[in-house]
């Protein structure tokens, strides 16, 4: 059964600060990418690329309702 498995640099619960959290994601013990949360952005590497993807927190936002499943919140 494949599943994935995430993994953070910094825990527990905290403000992110000048330095990024970083969440690498596995799929099937395979690396899919690493995607990086600060203050001003996000960024997503995708695994054994170049380039990385960069949005605001604005533009996340759009997307995020635009293009994700509505799921009643739990947080």
Known sequence: MSGYNVNMTKIPWLEVGKSDVIFHIKRDDEKLGSLRVSKGHIVWTPANRQFSYWLNW???????????QPRRAYF
């Open 58 to 68: 604005k533009d996340f936002d759009k997307i995020a309702i635009n293009n994700g």
